[in-house]
């Protein structure tokens, strides 16, 4: 069975990262997923989730296919 443990500040390094480039890679969501099956998520990485959905509902976000924002 497949272990993922999210880095410590994954969510608010993903929400920085994203804001700049304005795409979510797939590195971002497999960043997410993460956190989320962790079951520990704290208020602050909820609110940080919360945001970034919010901009991928409104269009401020791209999902993209790349590993990285990064060029």
């Not at 099956?37 to 269009?59: H, P, Q, V």
């Amino acid at each position: 069975m497949l272990s993922l443990s999210p880095l410590p500040s994954a969510i608010s390094e993903i929400f920085a990262q994203t804001s700049t480039s304005r795409q979510l890679t797939l590195a971002d969501r497999y960043g997410l997923l993460a956190v989320l099956l962790s079951d520990s998520l704290t208020e602050e990485e909820r609110i940080y989730i919360d945001r970034l959905l919010y901009a991928l509902r409104k269009g401020r976000l791209e999902v993209v296919d790349d590993l990285s924002a990064m060029q």
